[in-house]
């Protein structure tokens, strides 16, 4: 799975460059899940006294409606960003809003100086109202999300790698740097996917199937303690391939 992450303020072309993207993806081929990021603090898709909203306030959690043509499974709090992520397996995320996703970001804007509040380290693009304007700021491309969908859309799938980790650098920097560093490093060509140790190796975690990433640290003590175990039965060879299988 891929993340790609839209960044601007109100009115700038956030949305639409959304859409056109999704558009584009779907048209060529790949499957794609959406995550609004919405700032409002009143905000809920909950209804005061609505049968759910009386599961919740019972107890209930996470608490789901299930319709005719929509799902709908509500938690009472905010799920951090790669929490959310971890429901999705589509090949593309697009996010809109600033999620703080360890990912490439488009940012849009009318002015340069929205531009300026919004760029970082990771943006690969810039696009929205301001694309009418130029076609470049700062050494990344403006492509309009409108006019010019399909440029936009080749320059993600240049980008974009395989969904990134986001662990800080008290939890692993054994790639050299922290998860956002190696990011960067990618998102400028100097790196590559693969120098990140949290999958494969020699030590790997699967969950229905979905490989859950360790630090180095957690594939120490799983690849000693089970080798520990394993090591006291008969049929043991050293260097042998150990496969443990498990329902919780």
């Given at each position: 799975?891929?993340?790609?992450?839209?960044?601007?303020?109100?009115?700038?072309?956030?949305?639409?460059?959304?859409?056109g993207?999704?558009?584009?993806?779907?048209?060529?081929?790949?499957?794609?899940?959406?995550?609004?990021?919405?700032?409002?603090?009143?905000?809920?898709?909950?209804?005061?006294?609505?049968?759910?909203?009386?599961?919740?306030?019972?107890?209930?959690?996470?608490?789901?409606?299930?319709?005719?043509?929509?799902?709908?499974?509500?938690?009472?709090?905010?799920?951090d960003?790669?929490?959310?992520?971890?429901?999705?397996?589509?090949?593309?995320?697009?996010?809109?809003?600033?999620?703080?996703?360890n990912?490439?970001?488009?940012?849009?804007?009318?002015?340069?100086?929205?531009?300026?509040?919004?760029?970082n380290?990771?943006?690969?693009?810039?696009?929205?109202v301001?694309?009418?304007?130029?076609?470049s700021?700062?050494?990344?491309?403006?492509?309009?999300?409108?006019?010019?969908?399909?440029?936009?859309?080749?320059?993600?799938e240049?980008?974009?790698?395989?969904?990134m980790?986001?662990?800080?650098?008290?939890?692993?920097?054994?790639?050299?740097?922290?998860?956002?560093?190696?990011?960067?490093?990618?998102?400028?060509?100097?790196?590559?996917?693969?120098?990140?140790?949290?999958?494969?190796q020699d030590?790997?975690?699967?969950?229905?199937?979905?490989?859950?990433?360790?630090?180095?640290?957690?594939k120490?003590?799983?690849?000693?303690?089970?080798?520990?175990m394993?090591?006291?039965?008969?049929?043991?060879?050293?260097?042998?391939?150990?496969?443990?299988?498990?329902?919780?």
């Open positions: 799975m891929k993340v790609i992450m839209l960044k601007g303020v109100s009115g700038t072309g956030k949305t639409t460059t959304a859409e993207i999704i558009r584009e993806l779907r048209k060529r081929g790949y499957t794609v899940g959406s995550i609004k990021e919405i700032h409002f603090e009143a905000f809920t898709m909950e209804t005061e006294g609505s049968n759910t909203d009386r599961h919740k306030k019972a107890g209930a959690h996470p608490v789901t409606a299930r319709g005719l043509s929509e799902t709908d499974i509500m938690f009472d709090h905010t799920l960003i790669d929490r959310l992520l971890d429901y999705y397996d589509q090949d593309y995320v697009v996010i809109e809003g600033d999620s703080g996703a990912c490439p970001v488009i940012i849009t804007g009318k002015t340069e100086e929205q531009l300026a509040e919004q760029v380290s990771l943006t690969i693009a810039v696009s929205g301001i694309s009418n304007k130029r076609s700021w700062r050494g990344l491309p403006v492509i309009s999300g409108l006019t010019d969908i399909g440029r936009l859309v080749d320059l993600i240049e980008k974009t790698p395989e969904r980790p986001n662990y800080s650098s008290d939890c692993c920097t054994a790639c050299g740097t922290d998860c956002r560093g190696l990011t960067e490093r990618i998102l400028k060509g100097t790196a590559s996917r693969s120098e990140c140790v949290l999958k494969g030590v790997q975690l699967y969950v229905n199937g979905n490989e859950i990433p360790m630090v180095p640290f957690v120490s003590v799983v690849r000693s303690v089970s080798k520990a394993v090591g006291e039965l008969d049929g043991y060879e050293e260097g042998a391939e150990i496969v443990i299988k498990f329902r919780s």
